[in-house]
């Protein structure tokens, strides 16, 4: 299983991005896909999680500016990022999880600055 991960970029604060990931390599339908984040002075943190039905979570630092969606079908996560912060500043991770699998992206750099 592969997961590709597209979007990232430089944006400055009040901007937007949107994350795509893809994964392939499997048929059947993830049981959730997740995004989290990481800098290098902190640890990797979920930021949104999509479950196969229609739950999700949001890290209460990204609730209202942040929205994670997903194309079950495809085993496509998307992360549309508004009113983006420096302290958004991570490397973004794509995650899936299949029964006791459990599988990353190679990351995607989102940078906000002015």
């Known amino acids: 299983v592969q997961l590709v991960e597209s979007g990232g970029g430089l944006v400055q604060p009040g901007g937007s991005l949107r994350l795509s990931c893809a994964a392939s390599?499997?048929?059947?339908?993830?049981?959730?896909m997740a995004w989290h984040r990481q800098t290098p002075d902190k640890q990797r943190e979920l930021v949104a999680v999509?479950?196969?039905?229609?739950?999700?979570n949001y890290a209460d630092s990204v609730k209202g500016r942040f929205t994670i969606s997903r194309d079950n079908g495809k085993n496509l996560v998307y992360l549309q990022m508004n009113n983006l912060k420096p302290e958004d500043t991570a490397v973004y991770y794509c995650?899936?999880?299949?029964?006791?699998?459990?599988?990353w992206g190679q990351g995607t750099q989102v940078t906000v600055s002015a």
């Open positions: 999509a479950t196969g039905g229609v739950s999700t």
């Open positions: 390599g499997i048929s059947r339908s993830m049981d959730t």
């Open positions: 995650n899936a999880r299949l029964d006791l699998m459990n599988f």
